[in-house]
DNA sequence: GTCTATACGACGATAGAC
DNA sequence: GTCTATCGTCGTATAGAC
């Protein structure tokens, strides 16, 4: 088999990158083609499934780079706001600090069942790994859910306003209030 | 000319609902169909522009309804506090209790210049009247604004996650701390 | 104002050569 | 693994009858 003109690596950052900017229904496999360098043949290769496929892939491997490396902080051991802070660092980070749409927003736009019960573990994930912070803190097990609630949804808002203001400020302070959010009284 | 079998009124409602849904690129015409019983020719006649008409026409009016309506108490006179109240109460009611979308979320998926700037310009607006009810509250005027801001971006990450978790907690607690946020000490 | 009919291009998808 | 070529379908858009 034939040496692959783009790594596996390469290929999925491009990919989610497209399909992050323009959701599901506005991709296209010119804006692909675009994004990756291959053309539709190529992509069907790799992908039988067409678009289907891409983005379920694409979620896969995103969620795990999230859990792995922004979320890990959270599951880990010590002290819970330092973690918090940690947490709130990669955010900003994994983001682009407001530059870049999350997934979770812009696939579930869909009737897409495989693609809206994958979205929702994710985030019920990520809602449990900022309720751990919570609790590790003292805050009681409910209110400690709630507020990784509230939180989750305060990124994804930040983000959001951020799009639609085109200014990056709702999204950082969002960031910059989560560690006390999360764990203040 | 003929008596119109929609009325525009109707028409709007119905080509709004398909939109907040499915976004600009997921919503075909077969979809407009479907939600308005109009086929293509005649929404053509209608919007000779097509979908891109469609959208400023619906953002133009949606904008309108939200200012005239859910906006309205923050831009009356009178108790800050209790204005703040009902706003809440009328974005609960606006929105569905967080079944229904927003449109400046779901259209701005695009990289069309107008809609975005049209969006733009209805989430300032909004800021600005949300701010306007923490200045009458005795908030001084550069937290005010943040905390419009962080108040709009609460509400829109709130639709997000209940959409994505499929649970309307967290839009209908966005909206029910809405008044202290935007009025507390 | 709404419809049927029609044209065209773009898109999703596949076959087969290298 | 990637490409060119190709096919059918669907979204976009218009013409013309009622």
């Given at each position: 088999m034939r040496p692959a003109?783009?790594?596996?690596?390469?290929?999925?950052?491009?990919l989610a990158g497209v399909f992050r900017r323009k959701g599901y229904a506005g991709t296209s496999y010119s804006d692909i083609r675009e994004a990756t360098g291959l053309v539709k043949a190529s992509l069907y290769h790799r992908f039988p499934g067409g678009k289907d496929e891409m983005v379920n892939a694409i979620l896969r491997r995103v969620?795990?780079?999230?859990v792995d490396y922004v979320l890990a902080p959270a599951l880990a051991e010590g002290n819970a706001r330092e973690r918090a802070e940690q947490v709130a660092e990669r955010l900003e980070e994994f983001y682009a600090g407001g530059k870049r749409?999350?997934?979770l927003d812009t696939l579930t736009l869909t009737e897409s069942k495989e693609t809206m019960s994958h979205a929702r573990s994710s985030m019920e994930f990520w809602v449990q790994a900022f309720a751990r912070i919570g609790r590790d803190a003292?805050?009681?097990r409910a209110e400690a859910k709630r507020r990784a609630e509230d939180a989750v949804a305060a990124i994804e808002g930040g983000l959001v306003a951020s799009r639609v203001l085109?200014?990056?400020g709702p999204f950082l302070r969002m960031v910059a209030g989560l560690a006390e959010r999360l764990t203040g009284n």
């Open positions: 003109k783009v790594t596996d690596a390469q290929l999925y950052e491009d969620d795990k780079q999230f749409w999350c997934l003292g805050v009681p085109q200014n990056q």
